[in-house]
């Protein structure tokens, strides 16, 4: 009987049964994704860009074929049983319909007419089979997870049970959404020290996480729009996220990742298709100088101090790793470095920086004041250390390696050739750059990014735009960083585990690629927040999932995923169901999943996007939200509660994943050495 209702159960879990298809629309470094339903159009906006689509999880048999070319107004066939991968190429920015036939397994796009009636998405609830929650008291099937007479708490209502026979008896939790998390009233001493496997990582954007100074005025000359300021610095920094330290260790957090802190460009560009608002770097991935931090972030004391007070609380520091690129240039960066490049300098403002449109001009239009064929643009970054397309520099490859970015410049990292750094860098106020002999420009990257961890003791980085970079530079980063940990923590007497790396290789899954051989211990994975769609609505369709990447962390002790349920290039959960029941469940399905987990700032008080004009990604980088309402402090106090009991238990992201059989709930242990816990899911 028992393995009859195991295979039930596992048939239950897997998500192709009842899944819905899935669209994916993706761009070089941003993605969303949408349930195709084949009753109602999907109707997207998009603006003009080249794009993929992908289209998963059809679970019917066909014969189709992938046409070689999309026609819009023409239905495309779609492969079964595996995902479908279309390019497609959008000339015009509107919005545009992706109409599902379920019968035929075919996907058509149109173009829907101008001005088409805007209205919130808001995703319908998966419609998925699940246990439905019992009310009276349940007998649970330990197996041998314990021997009898050992006495276990519900993390949830602090209710002990002992164990009877391999048996407990207990109420379900209709508050936690029918999960119970047990765990031993005596815990036993454990020699497991802390495990990357089960890193709890929260993912500050420093800008926008807590201003520890809300009166300070902005440096650089950087200004508000004084409209949505969707773009603009709004004033966090790294007092900010210290002050807020006990905020995150509360959350069962070990690790945090900040977004960039190194200085940015000065300026601005254009926001948008349209150019609706000034863009600036506040998010930190468009550099001007790697060797120092950003005024608006703050100086060196606030960073020692940061990294001091979070190892106090056991948090290790993590720092985000850009080699790919640096920023634009900007009318503040021209005048601030004289790179003699502006034209119509009559009729610009003393202060570039304070460029604004005129009636029937946007935020684009600030290109008119620059000369991009002018030969004095090898007075900026200069051809050597950068390809992009000005006067004398080589134009941006096709390749993973060579291409541009959303149009940044592209470093040359796989290039022999020694260089000196640009004039403008070595004439930086309070810059580090230091021309060296013999060095190439993969040389100065990886010394001024290395220079942080030796100065103050970073615990590992989060590495952006993997697949962009070759991987020799990424093993000699990590080598060079791992060095320098060691020289810091022999310098200040202390000792921790070794360096650390979680690189973003875009659209990666849960697998082991062979990016691990590159110096990675670890990869974000892209694939989490589909399957936590399922995994709210019914927690139970977790099981495949579960299982998979648990065996897969056994059998690659060198493996582990990244999941997270919200990230900046990506959406906020919350914003696709803005429910916190389904808030709730999701954190329950990502804070108990095998492999170290990511959460972005808000996403345990249901944040939601913010203003984004033409720009969707800007709304997911909206302030953080310190006044809670009583249901998001209700959520809060779910967060802690599991995130917690994660953080005491190794074995959740690193242990053994045994499915106990039981025919009233999807029961699991989770085991590494002496560590061990069982979690019970009883329904909706």
């Known amino acids: 009987m028992k393995h009859k209702t195991l295979l039930a159960y596992m048939l239950l879990a897997s998500p192709s049964l009842f899944a819905s298809p899935y669209l994916t629309i993706s761009t070089s470094t941003t993605s969303r994704d949408y349930p195709l339903d084949s009753t109602t159009p999907l109707v997207v906006t998009l603006n003009k860009d080249k794009y993929q689509l992908e289209i998963s999880a059809i679970d019917r048999l066909c014969n189709n074929e992938l046409p070689n070319k999309v026609k819009f107004n023409t239905p495309v066939p779609l492969l079964c049983d595996k995902t479908s991968t279309l390019p497609l190429n959008i000339r015009f920015t509107g919005d545009y319909a992706f109409i599902y036939d379920e019968k035929l397994h075919t996907l058509t796009f149109k173009r829907q007419p101008k001005k088409v009636a805007k209205t919130e998405f808001k995703r319908p609830i998966p419609n998925v089979k699940c246990e439905q929650l019992p009310n009276q008291i349940q007998t649970i099937d330990l197996g041998s997870s314990y021997p009898d007479g050992t006495q276990l708490k519900d993390v949830f209502s602090g209710s002990v049970v002992t164990v009877h026979n391999g048996h407990v008896s207990l109420q379900p939790n209709a508050s936690s959404g029918g999960l119970t998390l047990l765990e031993p009233v005596k815990s036993v001493q454990s020699n497991t020290k802390f495990d990357y496997r089960n890193a709890n990582i929260y993912f500050v954007m420093v800008d926008r996480f807590n201003d520890s100074n809300p009166g300070a005025i902005q440096p650089y000359g950087r200004q508000k729009d004084g409209k949505d300021e969707i773009g603009t610095f709004h004033g966090g920094d790294l007092k900010g996220v210290t002050e807020k330290l006990d905020y995150i260790k509360a959350l069962g957090t070990n690790v945090i990742w900040l977004s960039p802190i190194v200085e940015q460009v000065h300026g601005f560009v254009g926001g948008g298709d349209s150019g609706s608002f000034p863009f600036y770097a506040y998010h930190g991935y468009w550099a001007r100088d790697f060797t120092k931090i ?18 106090k ?31 119509n300098t009559h009729v610009l403002p003393k202060t570039w920086a304070q460029w604004a449109p005129k009636k029937g001009e946007n935020w684009h239009n600030y290109h008119i004041n620059i000369n991009y064929n002018s030969h004095n643009w090898a007075d900026w970054w200069g051809p050597d250390w950068v390809r992009t397309g000005l006067p004398g520099y080589d134009k941006p490859g096709s390749s993973d390696t060579t291409l541009s970015l959303a149009g940044l410049p592209d470093f040359k990292t796989e290039s022999n050739k020694t260089v000196q750094p640009p004039e403008f860098l070595l004439n930086n106020p309070g810059t580090r750059v230091v021309a060296r002999d013999n060095y190439t420009v993969a040389d100065y990257l990886i010394e001024w990014q290395t220079d942080w961890v030796k100065r103050f003791g970073i615990d590992g980085y989060r590495v952006d735009t993997v697949k962009h970079v070759e991987g020799e530079v990424w093993k000699r980063l990590k080598s060079e960083a791992t060095s320098s940990l060691e020289l810091w923590r022999s310098e200040n007497n202390v000792e921790g585990q070794p360096f650390w790396m979680m690189g973003e290789v875009w659209g990666h899954s849960a697998y082991r690629s062979p990016y691990f051989d590159d110096g990675f211990d670890a990869l974000i994975n892209f694939d989490m927040q589909k399957k936590l769609d399922i995994g709210a609505a019914c927690f139970s369709q977790m099981a495949d999932t579960y299982q998979h990447y648990a065996n897969s962390i056994q059998s690659s002790p060198d493996f582990n995923p990244v999941s997270y349920m919200s990230s900046h290039d990506t959406e906020l959960f919350f914003s696709r169901f803005k429910d ?42 909206s302030d953080m939200i310190w006044e809670l309402s009583n249901d998001k402090q209700k959520l809060l106090k779910h967060w802690e509660t599991v995130g917690q009991f994660r953080d005491r238990h190794p074995a959740i992201g690193a242990g053994k994943h045994t499915v106990l059989a039981n025919d009233n709930a999807y029961v699991f242990s989770r085991e590494l050495g002496d560590d061990k816990v069982v979690i019970a899911y009883f329904g909706k």
């Open 294 to 311: 950003d005024q608006s972030f703050g100086n060196d004391d606030d960073l020692r101090q940061l990294v001091s007070e979070a190892h």
């Open 313 to 343: 609380r056991g948090i290790k520091v993590l720092l985000d790793a850009v080699i790919n690129h640096p920023g634009y240039s900007t009318l503040a960066d021209l005048q601030f470095d004289r790179i003699d490049v502006a034209k």
């Open 580 to 621: 916190y029941d389904m808030q709730r469940n999701a954190a329950n399905a990502l804070l108990l999943s095998p492999g170290a987990i990511q959460v972005y700032y808000g996403d345990e008080v249901g944040r939601n996007i913010g203003p984004y004009a033409d720009d969707f990604h800007q709304g997911t980088r």
